[in-house]
C-alpha cells in the first residue's frame, strides 16, 4: 500500500493538507499527544507541561502512544514521526509491521522560516476532534467568529501557538527535525515541495507528486 511521510516545520501547512488527501488516514502525532494531555492521565499531565512549551516527548513515551493509535490496513499520512533521528529505525521498523508491502512518498515541506510565526499565531481550528478543519484568521477565517463552518462547533487555539513557543518548536525543528528531511534526501520518492503558495496549489503539487 502506498503512505506518505510529512515532515515540515510548524505551521507549513502538514495538518492543511493531511485534511485534503481523502484517500489517506492522518496519523497525527501532536493529536494523539493532545489527546492523551485532554484526558488529563498522569501521562497527559507530563505531556502538556513539555508540548505548551514547545518541546518534545521522551521517545519511549511517543512511540508507546503511537503503536497504540496506528489504525491497521488503511494508506497512512505520517504526520510528526519520526521527528528527530533516533525514531527513524523504530518508524521504519513500524511501518514494516503495518504493512510489509509498503511503498513510501516522503514530502519535506519547503517555506521561508520566517513566515511561519504569522501562521500559527493566526490558526485556530474546530475543538470537535472527528472534524478538526483548521482556520486561519487572516487567510482563512471562519464565516461566524468562533464557530466551524463545517459542523458548528467551536473553535480552539492551541497552547503552544504563541510567540514563545513557537520560537522554541522552530528551534527543537531546527536541531531535531530538519535533520530527519537532510536524512530522507536521498530516498528516491522523497518530494520537496513548495509550501509557500495557497493550500490549493500546494495539494495539485503533492497530487502531481505522489
Ligand atoms: P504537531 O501538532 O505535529 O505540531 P507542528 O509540527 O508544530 O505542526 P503544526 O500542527 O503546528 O503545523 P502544520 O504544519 O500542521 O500547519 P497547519 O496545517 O495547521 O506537534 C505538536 C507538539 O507535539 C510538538 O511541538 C512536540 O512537542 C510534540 N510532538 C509531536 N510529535 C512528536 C514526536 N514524534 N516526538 C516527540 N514529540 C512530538 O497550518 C498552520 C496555519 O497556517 C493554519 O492557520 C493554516 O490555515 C495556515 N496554512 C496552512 N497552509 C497554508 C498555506 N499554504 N498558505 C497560507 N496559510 C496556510
Known sequence: MKHLLLIGPPGAGKGTLAKE???YTQVSTGDILRAEKASGSEL???IQSLIDNGKFVDDETMLKLLKKNLPE??????????????????FEKLIKEVDSDYHLDIIFFDMDLNKLEDRIINRVSCSNKDCGEIYNLKNKAPKKEDTCDKC?????????DNAEAFKERLEVYKSNTAPVA???KS???????N????PQKVLEEVKNKI
Open 21 to 23: 488527501l481523502n484517500n
Open 44 to 46: 497527559g499531565q507530563y
Open 73 to 90: 490496513k488503511t494508506q497512512l499520512i505520517f504526520d510528526g514521526y519520526p521527528r528527530n533521528l533516533t525514531q527513524i529505525p523504530y
Open 152 to 160: 458548528g462547533n467551536e473553535l480552539d487555539k492551541r497552547n503552544d
Open 182 to 184: 537532510e536524512h530522507y
Open 187 to 193: 530516498h528516491k520518492n522523497f518530494h520537496k515541495i
Open 195 to 198: 509550501a509557500d503558495q495557497i
